[in-house]
């Protein structure tokens, strides 16, 4: 089938002097490197030559769209012989060619940073053309030219490509890549730029602050020595550009979060904008607001000492910021906070204050946020078990209040899943209370009226959790477990308590060491899984079971069927004298 896509597109689509028919085939040709290297690998060299035959078609769409092709085709080319070293020059020479032109820029520039980064050998030696094409295309004041942001990109692409060799060309149009203000392209290729050629780093933070500082203060940024209002070449950044001033907020907190600016920018910005950010009417501010806080402080944690002047100034950020993870008006808001707070914050969380402000948001009304809090707090036993076992133990007394008092199917459900939650969060605070709480679970699962499957699986699921954090009080009422998540696993009426029901079979397994005997004090165990692995839908479901198959482990088969048909027997008779 490929031989015969790829006869028709060189033959008939090719060979026709319609620009349609050409452009087609051109895109079915791309579409087989995508879908069939091995075939299309054979074919690479006449398809080289297929293509540049119509790189200047008078078809403005054909001539991109050869354009498009070109990195493609290197890249399955990366193996060349002289005939493809020809190819391939063949092709930097006809990209340089369009970009002197102007007609095609953007995808020219596109495409030579492409072509940089599969064969950085051919584009060495026209480096100086190359970047003079950048330059003009960046600096319309020099030039008729409009500028592109493509140039760019390919500027970053280059960098990365060629590497220190691209140094001295890249002084000459570093200050033009700066003229169209800041932008996600931008910001993209002066990473790269940084990454790979460190002489670049000042000059890059330098003129980036300066921009940042105009956008989110409106005034220069002021560096240790006093000077101020311009960037390393006088490239001035009065009043950011684009229609949206909330476009150029996002843009510059991204950039703030994406490079290491040091300890005293950061708090600067924080202190002067972006703590006040946290305030903001628009809520896509704030969410950005909050991600470029988290960031800026987990870089600002890592570069400081214990005793640095910074420190205090962190604690304040990380304050406010819980401020808001508990009082924003958006649930949305509140849940990215305390999403935001990783492992390296847990020092600074774990001051009373903080460890309030989380307690609060426990009883927020959001079950995502209150889960949320409980394994933070949890992530803060050890640091602080003063203050953060009192806060938990009331929880947990609270949630058990809940599920024996409510009879509300959600606020049960909520209750048992939070109650899973801290038990994993804080095994040290639960094992006191592993027969108390397995008590309660039972009941619950056990009540006359039944219950839903939501607090069902929720139930099973901290049922699962207990056993791993009081093995021995579990392995008392193991048969009354084991039968109770197998019932739930034989609920066809919920996935996710199936789901839940089988991890919690494996957890018990695990905490009891009773491996292989579930299967004979339950004969139809067995078929249960099996039947469960053939016909499942979910495929989360089957993982769970070769799971638990795996954690029960081999058994003998003739033992198994022996009980299994004894099993049988033992009900037809029950059933016979019942009915009898």
Known sequence: MFGRLTTLCSGQGCKSNKADEIHGSLLAIGELFRNAEEFMSGHIDETFELVLRFKDNRNSTVRRTVIELLPRLAKMRQSLDSKGDRHFSNSVDHLIRVLRQGTDRPVAFVALGQLALVEPRHVKPHLKAITQQIRDSTNPRSSRKAFCEEAVNCAGMLARAVGPEVSVHMAEVFDYLFNAGLSRTLIASLVDIVDVLPVFEERVHSTLLHAISMTLIGQPMVSVNGDSGTSSRGIEFSVPIGSDPSTNIILALNTLSTFNFGPQAV??????????????????????????????????????????????????????????????ESANI???????????????????????????????????????????????????????????????????????????????????????????????????????????????????????SAVAASGLGAIGELSVVGSALVKEKAEKLFRLAIDGLQDQS???????????????????????????????????????????????????????????????????????????????????????
């Open 334 to 452: 509140r849940l990215a906070v305390l999403d935001s707070l990783h492992s390296s914050f847990d020092v600074y969380l774990a001051d009373r204050e903080n460890i309030r402000s989380l307690y609060l948001a426990i009883n927020d009304e959001d079950v995502r946020i209150q889960e949320r809090a409980v394994v933070l707090i949890g992530r803060l036993t050890d640091l602080n078990p003063a203050c953060v076992l009192p806060c938990l133990r009331t929880t947990l007394i609270q949630l058990l209040a809940e599920m024996d008092a409510v009879d509300d199917g959600r606020t049960e459900g909520g209750s048992a899943r939070l109650l899973g939650v801290l038990i994993r969060s804080a095994p040290r605070l639960a094992k006191p209370y592993v027969a108390p709480v397995l008590e309660a679970l039972i009941r619950r699962l056990e009540h006359p009226a039944g219950c839903s």
């Open 494 to 580: 919920s996935t996710l308590k199936r789901q839940i029901a089988l991890r919690t079979l494996g957890q018990l397994v695990e905490s009891t060491g009773n491996v292989m005997q579930p299967y004979f004090d339950h004969p139809h165990l067995m078929s249960t899984l099996l039947n469960a692995l053939r016909s499942e839908p979910s495929w989360d479901i089957r993982r769970e079971v070769i799971k638990l198959i795996g954690i029960l482990g081999a058994v003998d088969p003739h033992r198994h069927a022996v009980t299994a048909a004894t099993e049988d027997t033992d009900t037809k008779q029950q059933s016979s004298e019942s009915s009898g």
């Open 267 to 328: 708090m600067h910005f924080m202190q002067n904008s972006v703590l006040e950010l946290l305030e903001d009417e628009s809520e896509k501010l704030r969410g950005e607001a909050v991600t470029a806080c988290a960031r800026m402080l987990e870089r600002t944690i890592d570069s400081i000492t214990p005793r640095s002047y910074y420190r205090r100034q962190v604690a304040d950020a990380i304050a406010q910021m819980l401020q808001v993870g508990i009082a924003d």
